[in-house]
């Protein structure tokens, strides 16, 4: 959705920091985390808006709350998917034979916050 809007700057992170609940009545429904509630000026939400309604019709309407939400935003799964391929790499790490025996060697320890995956 956010990408056939072609939406850049902070109309675009706006965007992504929100999570879409569903449509209603013609209504857009968007959840966005009260932490980021300083990016969703009603500036922001009118731009928005207006690229709602050019991409899929000019009847529709927005409507953003603050709140959790069951369903992810674009930055929540783009940041999962980073920790849980972090984790693999971390993983792979510690269980490769030689890097165990490096650690006997020299009683030496694994730091996750110095692996990056090679992607």
Request: aromatic share 6%.
């Amino acid at each position: 959705m956010i990408r056939k809007m072609q939406l850049a700057g902070p109309v675009r992170q706006l965007a992504n920091y929100c999570a879409f609940e569903g449509m209603q009545n013609d209504t857009v429904q968007l959840v966005l985390d009260p932490k980021y509630e300083s990016i969703c000026s009603k500036d922001m939400q009118q731009r928005l808006e207006e690229a709602i309604q050019n991409s899929f019709g000019s009847n529709l309407k927005l409507r953003i709350s603050f709140g959790g939400s069951e369903i992810e935003s674009p930055v929540a799964t783009t940041n999962r998917q980073a920790n849980e391929k972090h984790q693999e790499a971390v993983n792979s790490i510690k269980q490769d034979s030689t890097v165990q025996e490096i650690q006997n060697m020299f009683d030496a320890q694994v730091s996750p916050d110095l692996i990056r995956s090679s992607d």
